[in-house]
Nanobody, 122 residues
């Protein structure tokens, strides 16, 4: 089992920044590719970004490219999502996810975190 705990969400004005963290425990963190997903009210959960086991490869959904940066620190068993130039449409619950296969996709996730709320006001 892998336990994932997100933190760092909150309320921010449009144009602002937030950094989400996802702390992992239970298994060897570097054995897992990681990802971030989000779910807005009334919408399906969608992919945001994913990072490979060592951090050498990343991939983003087009809507966040150039604004969000995914990273990981395997020594700290932690994944991050730096979010800059936030927009109201980024408002959602953000979830971290772990899977042994890269890239991490919505239909194939071994473990999910509980989510953290991000609200961007206009």
């Amino acid at each position: 089992q892998v336990q994932l705990v997100e933190s760092g969400g909150g309320l921010v004005q449009a144009g602002g920044s937030l950094r989400l963290s996802c702390a992992a425990s239970g298994r060897t963190f570097s054995d897992y590719a990681m990802g971030w997903f989000r779910q807005a009210p009334g919408k399906e959960r969608e992919f945001v970004a994913t990072i490979s086991w060592s951090g050498g490869s990343t991939y983003y959904v087009d809507s966040v490219k150039g604004r969000f940066t995914i990273s990981r620190d395997n020594a700290k068993n932690t994944e991050y999502l730096q979010m800059n130039s936030l927009k109201p449409e980024d408002t959602a619950v953000y979830y971290c996810a772990a899977d042994r296969i890269y890239p991490v996709v919505t239909s194939r996730v071994d473990y999910w975190g509980q989510g953290t709320q991000v609200t961007v006001s206009s």
